[in-house]
């Protein structure tokens, strides 16, 4: 069964930092490009990251660049989301997703299986 598990969120004070785990569980995630995306209340989900397969070229939107570090641990399974300086806009539900098939992402092959998400609130 494939499986996606999201932990680390959690109530921080702005300027603080987080790290999100996503653990996969089913299938070897290091075949499979993955992406965090969130949601805040009221707006669109937003790509907030992104990783090949081989872990190269890391991807940012640009609200989170130089402050967020995706990497991938494939020895556990594991993509983490390291988060600095955290600001009340990053406020969302992270979630993290895998593409449909193994390799890298791209038109005939999204990132598909999602997991449940995991609640960031920044606020002082």
């Known amino acids: 069964q494939v499986q996606l598990v999201e932990s680390g969120g959690g109530l921080v004070q702005p300027g603080s930092s987080l790290r999100l785990s996503c653990a996969a569980s089913g299938f070897n995630l290091a075949n499979y490009a993955v992406a965090w995306r969130r949601q805040a209340p009221g707006k669109e989900r937003e790509q907030v990251a992104a990783?090949?397969?081989?872990?190269?070229?890391?991807s940012y939107a640009d609200s989170v660049k130089g402050r967020f570090t995706i990497s991938r641990d494939n020895a556990k399974n594991t993509v983490y989301l390291q988060m600095n300086s955290l600001k009340p806009e990053d406020t969302a539900v992270y979630y993290c997703a895998r593409t449909q098939l193994p390799g890298e992402m791209s038109r005939l092959n999204e990132y598909t299986y999602w997991g449940q998400g995991t609640q960031v609130t920044v606020s002082s």
């Open positions: 990783i090949s397969w081989r872990g190269s070229n890391p």
